[in-house]
């Protein structure tokens, strides 16, 4: 077969993002300028080489009369890498100035801004010399700085930058991984971890990467080789159909672009036990969540049984979102019908209802129900506590530890509870909890944590019995959530010690129901197994750095004895600042929503459905709807109705959005008194710690609901602002 060498196409995520941003028109002809890329033989032919360019290799390819692709391509090589699709002039421009090289450490391709970069140099000498600040890498050795992959042209560069703010500024121009290796070191990461944490990851995982997708024996040229060990800046496709399909669905660049942090996780053949992924808002845990059940889904021998695999998290809404996804990630059907999609409750309620006489099953799914029967049973036997105290109390300790009698609730630790309760008073709250749960039998009703509980001893029954577990593996997404009864359902639904039980996902920050857990007492070791992700390919870095501020001094501990920070959380990209507005009434502040939406719409031509409004309650949104309604703007306020299509705006509660996203973000509503939102938060005199544990969580709730923008977010409020927004830094008060 000599000679006869199929051409090697990869594609920059640069490329897919800025196809993204095309019109369909303009996108469908450079799908069809790319699918010439056929045969080699013709390969070359369409590319057009540029005099005094920076790069020889740097081509370009006419689309249309306005915009040219960019492609890297070496003469009589077989290679191609598309970079760019820009406006002609810029896509030029851009080909002129810049080189690609390999990185001496990844061994990954990079892209840079040579001309850029050589006008740089002089000028930075007399920035630093004039102000006489220190270095930012003074503590790093010249040694060092090359190990990890800076080289001759951005040492010098790399030693004049005297802040944080400069090498910001130097983003664009600088190649990827040197970026990333100086943010490293600038966030206070010593080299070592920045050796582990960026170049060992990348090298390993591109080697790996590099060995599946070169077919033994081929002989590569270097770029070749280069270009298949850069995991997740190049995708390497396996031809014309591949590279259509992927254009068919440009903003679903998480399919292949994973970031060698995440792809290591994701695609580890095995682990050894549970495993888990943590990191801020949007630093891809779902997607990682997701390839790895498709990397499980893959790894079955053939002739598994259908939903052998659980893919589960916190809520119906986001369960079908997974499934959406799902279905974009795998396309093989048999593999996909390995994974069974469902919430934990409904998966807890429908094996509670196969295993009664009767299907039916009375739920209480308003927590407002639950607690009118607590009150009606306080009075009943006179007590003083009040129902949202043996509310807590029956939630964060008799289920959370599974507690089944007077006596072990005597003895049962309360950490974590603010007020001490002697044996008489433990006594009353056993008297409440035993007329309670009697009440609710009696009218065979049910909450779902009771229903997990029985899911879990009838699960537990069948495994003694000798039946196999439920599943083979299981995923859970949102896992900061649970409550300690739905992870025993879960523990109990896979066999423990087998290869890769459970794999976890969630996000400490963003807890907002007031579950708290250890997962080592449930019986999951996570330790050596846990991972963490820090690059938020979501929302600009704006948004992340203005709501990173809003819980910038608080402790939150990550399920597993330790604590977790955002110190060396980012963003990928930038864009413009938020914009936090006050109104003196509830009128003017939705007439100043309804006119922003309205410059959503028409000037950024933000499709509707791409806006999204939180609010902290219900009613609140159902008056922006009609507010919106009154402008001709289609709205939908998101879980009102479950038969009615959701169309337009999407208005939901920041309990409803937590999950989601949307291009433009407003979060309203955020008033004195309103968030945090006054009757969810425990008074301070009743229980000190739940106090302080309520604050958090309305604190994380406006933050979940802050972390939902990607391109766009406007805070607003009416009266008083809430004091949570004295934490985060005042942006431009600038209209977005
Ligand atoms: N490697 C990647 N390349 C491109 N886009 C990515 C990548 N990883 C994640 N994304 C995108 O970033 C966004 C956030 O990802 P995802 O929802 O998985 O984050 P998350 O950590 O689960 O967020 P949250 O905790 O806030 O719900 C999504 O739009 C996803 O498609």
Redesign the pocket.
């Known amino acids: 077969m000599k000679g006869l060498r199929m051409p090697t196409l990869g594609l920059h995520?640069d490329f897919l993002r800025e196809f993204a941003q095309l019109e369909k028109k303009v996108r469908t002809k450079v799908a069809d300028a790319f699918d010439k890329f056929e045969h080699s033989s013709a390969s070359g032919q369409h590319l057009e080489k540029l005099s005094h360019g920076r790069d020889p290799r740097l081509k370009t390819i006419r689309i249309d009369k306005f915009y040219r692709g960019v492609v890297l391509a070496p003469d009589g090589g077989d290679s191609f890498l598309l970079l760019k699709v820009l406006p002609h002039d810029d896509a030029i421009d851009w080909a002129l100035k810049h080189r690609a090289t390999v990185n001496a450490a990844t061994e990954g391709i990079e892209l840079r801004n040579d001309i850029a970069l050589e006008q740089l140099a002089p000028g930075l000498k007399l920035a630093t010399g004039g102000r006489g600040a220190q270095p930012l890498f003074l503590h790093v050795s010249d040694a060092d700085l090359t190990r990890l992959g800076i080289d001759e042209q951005i040492l010098p560069i790399a030693r004049r930058l005297d802040s944080e703010e400069m090498l910001d500024a130097l983003r664009p121009i600088l190649p990827e991984h040197q970026y990333d290796v100086l943010f490293g070191l600038a966030a206070g990461m010593g080299p070592e971890d920045v050796w582990r944490e960026i170049v060992q990851i990348q090298l390993s995982v591109g080697l790996e990467t590099a060995s599946v997708a070169t077919k033994a024996g081929t002989p590569q040229d270097d770029l070749t080789a280069a270009m298949a060990r850069s995991q997740?800046r190049i995708a390497l496709v396996s031809g014309p159909a591949e590279l259509m399909e992927l254009l068919e669905r440009p903003f679903?660049?998480?399919r292949i672009?994973?970031?060698p942090s995440?792809h290591r996780i994701a695609y580890r053949p095995s682990y050894n036990g549970p495993a888990r992924v943590t990191?801020?808002?949007?630093?891809?845990?779902?997607?990682?969540?997701?390839h790895r059940a498709a990397h499980l889904a893959m790894a079955l021998p053939p002739g598994s049984p259908d939903g052998a695999i659980l893919l589960t998290t916190f809520t119906r809404d986001l369960a079908s979102e997974l499934q959406r996804s799902l279905r974009l990630l795998l396309t093989d059907a048999e593999q996909l019908r390995r994974i069974r999609v469902v919430n934990i409750d409904a998966l807890a309620s429908e094996i509670l209802r196969g295993h009664r006489e009767s299907s039916r099953l009375s739920i209480l799914t308003d927590q407002r129900d639950v607690i009118a029967r607590w009150a009606r049973t306080a009075r009943r036997l006179d007590l003083d506590h009040s129902a949202e105290f043996l509310d807590q109390e029956w939630r964060h300790v008799i289920l959370a530890q599974g507690i089944g009698t007077a006596e072990s609730y005597l003895k049962a630790s309360r950490a974590g509870r603010g007020t001490a309760l002697g044996p008489l008073k433990r006594a009353q709250v056993w008297r409440a909890v035993t007329a309670f749960t009697e009440d609710l039998r009696t009218a065979d009703t049910w909450t779902f944590h009771q229903v997990c509980d029985e899911a879990t001893r009838i699960l537990d029954r069948r495994s003694a019995g000798g039946a196999p577990r439920l599943f083979r593996h299981v995923l859970v997404?949102?896992a900061q959530d649970l409550h300690p009864a739905q992870w025993r359902l879960l523990r109990a639904a896979t066999e423990p010690g087998r290869p890769d039980d459970l794999f976890i996902?969630?996000?400490p920050h963003?807890r907002i129901y007031g579950n708290k857990v250890s997962l080592r007492s449930l019986g999951i070791s996570v330790t050596g197994r846990s991972h963490r992700?820090r690059i938020?390919?979501?929302s600009t870095h704006e948004i992340v750095s203005w709501a990173t501020a809003l819980l910038v001094g608080e402790a939150v501990d990550d399920m597993d004895g330790g604590g977790e920070g955002l110190s060396d959380y980012r963003s990928a990209f930038h864009g413009s600042r938020p914009a936090v507005t006050g109104h003196p009434t509830k009128a003017a502040e939705i007439e100043s929503l309804v006119g922003q939406i309205s410059r959503w719409l028409s000037e950024s031509e933000v499709p509707a459905d791409e806006i999204g409004v939180a609010v902290r309650f219900v009613q609140f949104g159902r008056d922006i709807a009609a507010g919106l309604a009154r402008a001709g703007i289609p709205a939908t306020v998101m879980g009102a109705s479950s038969t009615t299509p959701e169309i337009g705006v999407r208005i939901g509660t920041m309990h409803r959005l937590?999950?989601?996203?949307f291009r433009c973000m407003a979060v309203a509503g955020v008033s004195d008194g309103v968030v945090p939102m006054r009757n969810a938060v425990t008074p301070r005199e009743v229980d000190a710690q739940q106090h302080r544990e309520d604050l958090l969580g309305e604190l994380s709730l406006l933050f979940?609901a802050c972390?939902?923008a990607?391109e766009a977010l406007q805070v607003s409020w009416h009266g008083e602002a809430s004091p949570f927004l004295a934490r985060a830094p005042q942006p431009e008060r600038l209209p977005l």
């Open positions: 995520k997740g679903d660049a998480w672009f994973l970031h995440q990191g801020g808002p949007g630093t891809g845990k779902t997607v990682v969540a997701l997404d949102e996902a969630g996000d963003q992700l938020n390919y979501r937590k999950g989601l996203e979940v972390t939902r990607r």
